[in-house]
Nanobody, 127 residues
Framework: VQLQASGGGLVQAGGSLRLSCSAS????????MGWFRQAPGKEREFVAA???????????DYADSVKGRFTISRDNAKNTVYLQMNSLKPEDTAVYYC??????????????????WGQGTQVTVSS
C-alpha cells in the first residue's frame, strides 16, 4: 500500500490550499481515510476523516479547530482523498499526513486505527 500526499506549500494567512492523497494497493472504496498534522514540538493531531460506513456511504468528521474552514472529500474513481483548506491561519502550519485503514474504523480521530500513512506534505502559513 502506498499513500502519496501532495499540495502543500507556503501561503499567507487567509489563503487556501488543497492537499491530495493518492492511494494504491488497497480497496479504496471501502477504506476509511484521514488527515492528520504535526507541528514542530507537538504531537500528531487529527484534522479530518472520511470513514467508510458501508455501501457507498461515508461519514465525515472534523477537528473543532478546522471545522467550517476545511473540507475533506474523495474521488473513488481516482483513488484520491482531498483536503480543501480555506481561511488558513498561522497555527495551521504543520506537516500534513494522510492515513488509510481498510473497512470501518472507529474512532476515526485516533491515529492508531489507521494502518497506512503517507510521507507528509509541509503546509506553512505566514502571518
Amino acid at each position: 500500500v502506498q499513500l502519496q500526499a501532495s499540495g502543500g506549500g507556503l501561503v499567507q494567512a487567509g489563503g487556501s490550499l488543497r492537499l491530495s492523497c493518492s492511494a494504491s494497493g488497497l480497496t479504496f472504496t471501502t477504506s476509511s481515510m484521514g488527515w492528520f498534522r504535526q507541528a514542530p514540538g507537538k504531537e500528531r493531531e487529527f484534522v479530518a476523516a472520511l470513514a467508510w460506513t458501508g455501501g457507498n456511504t461515508y461519514y465525515a468528521d472534523y477537528a473543532d479547530s478546522v471545522k467550517g474552514r476545511f473540507t475533506i472529500s474523495r474521488d473513488n474513481a481516482k483513488n484520491t482523498v482531498y483536503l480543501q483548506m480555506n481561511s488558513l491561519k498561522p497555527e495551521d502550519t504543520a506537516v500534513y499526513y494522510c492515513a488509510a485503514g481498510g473497512g470501518r474504523r472507529y474512532p476515526v480521530r485516533s491515529p492508531s486505527v489507521y494502518d497506512y500513512w503517507g510521507q507528509g506534505t509541509q503546509v506553512t502559513v505566514s502571518s
